[in-house]
C-alpha cells in the first residue's frame, strides 16, 4: 500500500514537472518570437544634426551631401534648404545665373543670383525654394537651425520644417 502511494504521488509530481515544463518552454518561445519582431536598431535617420561652428560656413553657400542640405549663410544670417527634389527625390543643384534676375515672390519683387534645378526631370525652384517649373508638386523645404548650447556648434533640425523666410543670426 505504501509502495502504490509513492508510486501515485511521484506520476503526479512527474506530471506536474513536464506540465510546467511545457508551459515554461512555451512563455519562452513567445517571449523570444515577440522579441524578434521588434528591431534593436531604429533605421530612421537623424534628424537633428550638428553641422560645423557657424565661422566655418563661407558667404553664400555650402552643399552637405551627407544631409542632403544646401546650408546658406548671408547678411541677414543662415538658413537650410533641403536639396531633395519634391518630385521624385532626386538632389536638386545650384545654377548660378549669369546675371541677376529680377523675379516675383508673390506681391514683392527680388533680385536672385541662383536657382535650383533637378537634372532628373528638369524641375526649377527660385532661390527661396519655391517650385515654379517642372513637375515638382511643392517647394523645397526649409529646416530648422539653431546653436547647440553645449558647444557653439549650428544644429539643422531635419524633422522641423521653418518658414522660408526664417534666419538663424549669426557673427558675420
Ligand atoms: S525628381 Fe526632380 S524633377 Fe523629377
Not at 506520476?11 to 517571449?31: E, H, P, Y
Not at 534645378?117 to 537651425?145: E, I, Q
Request: aromatic letters at 10%.
Amino acid at each position: 500500500m505504501t509502495e502504490e502511494k509513492t508510486t501515485g504521488l511521484s506520476r503526479r509530481r512527474f506530471f506536474k514537472w513536464v506540465g510546467g515544463a511545457s508551459l515554461l518552454a512555451i512563455g519562452g518561445q513567445a517571449f523570444f518570437f515577440l522579441r524578434s519582431c521588434i528591431p534593436n536598431v531604429l533605421y530612421e535617420p537623424v534628424k537633428r544634426i550638428k553641422v560645423g561652428l557657424p565661422n566655418v560656413f563661407p558667404q553664400g553657400h555650402k552643399f552637405l551631401s551627407a544631409f542632403r542640405i544646401f546650408v546658406f549663410k548671408e547678411e541677414k544670417g543662415m538658413h537650410t534648404v533641403s536639396c531633395v527634389c519634391t518630385h521624385l527625390g532626386c538632389n536638386v543643384q545650384i545654377s548660378e545665373f549669369s546675371q541677376p534676375r529680377k523675379v516675383k515672390h508673390g506681391d514683392e519683387e527680388v533680385e536672385e543670383t541662383f536657382e535650383f534645378v533637378c537634372p532628373c526631370h528638369g524641375s526649377k525652384f527660385r532661390a527661396d525654394g519655391t517650385n515654379y517649373c517642372g513637375p515638382a508638386p511643392t517647394p523645397l523645404p526649409h529646416y530648422k537651425m539653431e546653436i547647440a548650447q553645449d558647444d557653439g556648434q549650428v544644429v539643422v533640425d531635419k524633422g522641423e520644417e521653418v518658414d522660408k523666410n526664417a534666419r538663424l543670426k549669426v557673427e558675420a
